[in-house]
Every structure is written in structure tokens, then in C-alpha cells.
């Protein structure tokens, strides 16, 4: 009954003839050794007998709605090829998982811990702590294991965020649960059947020779935020990392900046070809050590937005008819500028990779193939202070885009 067996067999163990051995499903439940095959069958006789009233009394306490319920589980588990035993065992797993006191605070608390450890850059952790920390706000409090994906969905959907910002915050939390399920906090991932935002791509935008030039020559009056402008415009560093940028990270015997791990957004170290025209512009101004950004990180800022303004550029929505006369500073512009120039000059996507920090070249491919005309790419790494100062005056009413091009060509 019950899948129960009572065996008398033959023992090998010791002075011992014969063995009596109860089985549910295979799996030993009971058994007892005798010297004799007469005392092994007379207890087979009563393991047996009270297996059958166990059996029988278990069979009487069976509902017909039980037996329907049965059936019906059966019938739905079926095509996973699964049991009702195994549905059981995987349910009472995840209450035993629910009553963990490990919360969703302590959990987010755990991966920073671990991320530090590992060694991730400032800017990777500030934005792990940022999104995971809005996230605890609402959920801080809940045992990691009671979170369902419909939560998640939830609150994902109704943040008054960007679809981008939507999709890289939604990226962060399954790595928090990614966390919780190799710590054994839950079974799966549940955010990976969570809410995910429709992303429409968009264009990358860049300066065009004529707008770079415009700026370097603004940045020319101002020699505090000047390096910061060149080396974004003529090495591709993101801002973060420029930031961080020591003096002593540009060579100027080998040619080469170096982006150090501990300042890069991958945490990787990457080394960045010093061109020819980003020399020109930094030999005036090189220094032994100390920061490439400004000291006062605020006072930074505030002088490369000026800058930007010099040359035509708003930062931001319009907010007065000034700023309506001025064109948006398209975003990461000092970066996707270098990438796209270089890479339609060179034309090795797999070096470009290499020094933008990127693992392959399907990014490469996919933002700068084909954004900007060759002869624009010539013009872009003549870029040297002479021409520019020698161009673009700012008594000059006639300067344009277009008397750049022929003045420069």
C-alpha cells in the first residue's frame, strides 16, 4: 500500500542470515537483522500487516475530492514530466526560502560589498548603489524570496524614468537576484520574465569639423579646461574618466594615455593612442602630475559649459530666447566625435574598440560605420591650434561651417 514493500533477503553483514527490509519508492525506510529466516519473515509478517492498515487507514482518509484533485495535478504536471512528489518538494524548498530573515536591504547591502571587493570602478559602484538603493527604498524591508515577478514588473513600469533608464535600472536588479539565487536566498531569477522597456534607437550624435573647431578654440581662452576638451575631442575619454585623468596617465615618450582600471567604467585598463593633433594641443599646457580636469570638479564643470556655450552649444532644454539661438549639445559628444572620425580615417574597428573600452566591435559597428564623409575625417585630425586659431576668430561674422571647410581643405 502506498508504495510500500516489506523483502525478506539473504545478509552477508556479519553473523547475520537474513535481513527484513521496508521500501517507500525505492528508498529504504526500515531495517533489522536475524540469525535465522524463520524470525525475518515472522517480523516481514508484522511490518507488513501494520504497513497494510497504515495503507488502508491513509486510502479511507481520501476524498473523492482528493482523488479528483490528484487527478487534475497529475494531469497538469504531466507535460513537464514531472511528479506530484517532486511539485511538493520544490514548493515546501521555496517556504523554507521565505522564511530566510535575508531582506532585499541586506541582500543589496551583500552585492555592493562584494562588487567593492571585486575590485569594480567608482563610477560602476555609485551607479550600482543609486539604482539598487531607490529599489530598496520600496522593497528594503520584504524577505528576498517573497519578491515575484509581478512586483517587480510592477515597479519597474511605473518609474517616471527614461525607457533607457528603465532598461539599465531593470539590468542591475537581475543582477542583485542573480546574487540571491547563487547565495541560495531564492530559486530563480525572477526579473527575468520582468517588465522589460521598448527601446527605439537612436542616433549618435557628433560635432561636425567645423563645430570642433569652434570649440577648441573657445577652450583655447580658457587654458584651465582646455587639456580636458582636447583629450576628450581627440581621445574618446568619457567624462567620468576625464575627471579622473592624472597628468602623469599621459605619456608623452610613448605616445600613449593610460586609462586605469581602478578609474575606468569597465574596470579595465585600456592605453589610448596619443594622436599627433591631441599632442599639439597638450604640449603648451603638459604638467608632470596633478588632475587633466580642473581641481575643483564643480568649477570644472561650470568653465566646460561655458566653453561649449562660446561655441554655439546649450546644455540642456531652452530656456530663454538666448538659449533657443543656440544649438543641444549632443550627448557624449567629445567621445562619439573621436570614434566616429577615427574610425572612417583608420578604419580599424578592432583597434577603435580596443581604446573606447569596448569588448567587440559590434558597437563600433553599430553607432559610428559610415557617420562621417572621409575627407570630413582628414579635416577633423588637422585640427592643430594654428589652423583653428588662425580660422576661427570670434570678430570673424563670416566664419562658418562651410569657410572652414575651404580655408582648411
Not at 38 to 44: K, P, R, S
Not at 328 to 340: E, G, K, V
Not at 376 to 387: G, H, S, V
Request: net charge positive.
Amino acid at each position: 500500500m502506498a508504495g510500500v514493500t516489506v523483502t525478506v533477503q539473504r545478509s552477508r553483514k556479519g553473523p547475520y542470515t537474513h535481513s527484513v527490509v521496508m521500501r517507500r519508492d525505492g528508498q529504504r525506510l526500515r531495517e533489522k537483522y536475524f540469525n535465522s529466516k524463520q524470525e525475518a519473515e515472522a517480523l516481514a509478517q508484522v511490518w507488513a500487516i501494520e504497513a497494510g492498515n497504515a495503507g488502508a487507514k491513509a486510502a479511507a482518509s481520501v476524498t473523492e475530492a482528493d482523488k479528483r484533485f490528484l487527478a487534475e495535478a497529475r494531469e497538469r504536471l504531466a507535460p513537464y514530466g514531472r511528479t506530484l512528489v517532486e511539485a511538493v518538494d520544490f514548493f515546501v524548498r521555496h517556504l523554507d526560502r521565505s522564511q530566510i530573515t535575508l531582506t532585499v536591504e541586506a541582500l543589496v547591502d551583500k552585492l555592493i560589498t562584494t562588487k567593492s571587493r571585486e575590485g569594480k570602478s567608482k563610477r560602476y559602484l555609485q551607479d550600482l548603489s543609486s539604482r539598487l538603493g531607490q529599489f530598496s527604498r520600496e522593497f528594503g524591508s520584504r524577505p528576498v524570496a517573497s519578491l515575484t515577478t509581478d512586483d517587480i514588473s510592477s515597479w519597474l513600469a511605473n518609474l517616471e524614468v527614461s525607457p533607457l533608464s528603465v532598461a539599465n535600472t531593470r539590468r542591475v536588479l537581475s543582477v542583485l537576484f542573480n546574487f540571491g539565487a547563487a547565495l541560495g536566498t531564492i530559486e530563480t531569477n525572477p526579473v527575468t520574465r520582468a517588465f522589460s522597456p521598448s527601446l527605439v534607437e537612436t542616433e549618435v550624435g557628433i560635432l561636425t569639423v567645423g563645430q570642433s573647431a569652434r570649440l577648441l578654440a573657445a577652450a583655447h581662452e580658457c587654458p584651465e579646461i582646455l587639456p580636458a576638451v582636447a583629450v576628450g575631442l581627440f581621445a574618446g575619454v568619457r567624462d567620468e574618466e576625464l575627471r579622473d585623468l592624472d597628468w602623469s596617465s599621459v605619456n608623452f615618450e610613448n605616445g600613449q594615455i593610460t586609462i586605469r582600471a581602478s578609474k575606468s567604467k569597465s574596470a579595465r585598463r585600456r592605453l589610448i593612442e596619443m594622436r599627433p593633433v591631441l599632442r599639439a594641443w597638450l604640449e603648451p599646457l603638459r604638467q608632470l602630475g596633478g588632475p587633466v580636469w580642473p581641481r575643483q570638479i564643480h568649477r570644472g564643470r561650470r568653465l566646460h559649459t561655458e566653453v561649449r556655450r562660446e561655441a554655439g552649444f546649450r546644455s540642456g532644454a531652452a530656456k530663454s530666447e538666448d538659449d533657443k539661438a543656440l544649438a543641444p549639445w549632443p550627448h557624449n559628444a567629445l567621445r562619439h566625435s573621436f570614434a566616429s572620425y577615427d574610425l572612417a580615417l583608420r578604419k580599424d574597428a578592432a583597434a577603435l574598440a580596443l581604446e573606447l573600452g569596448h569588448t567587440t566591435t559590434a558597437i563600433v559597428f553599430a553607432h559610428y560605420r559610415e557617420l562621417v564623409l572621409p575627407e570630413d575625417a582628414e579635416r577633423f585630425w588637422k585640427l592643430r591650434p594654428e589652423m583653428v586659431l588662425g580660422i576661427c576668430k570670434h570678430d570673424d561674422p563670416d566664419f562658418n561651417e562651410h569657410s572652414y571647410v575651404e580655408r582648411s581643405a
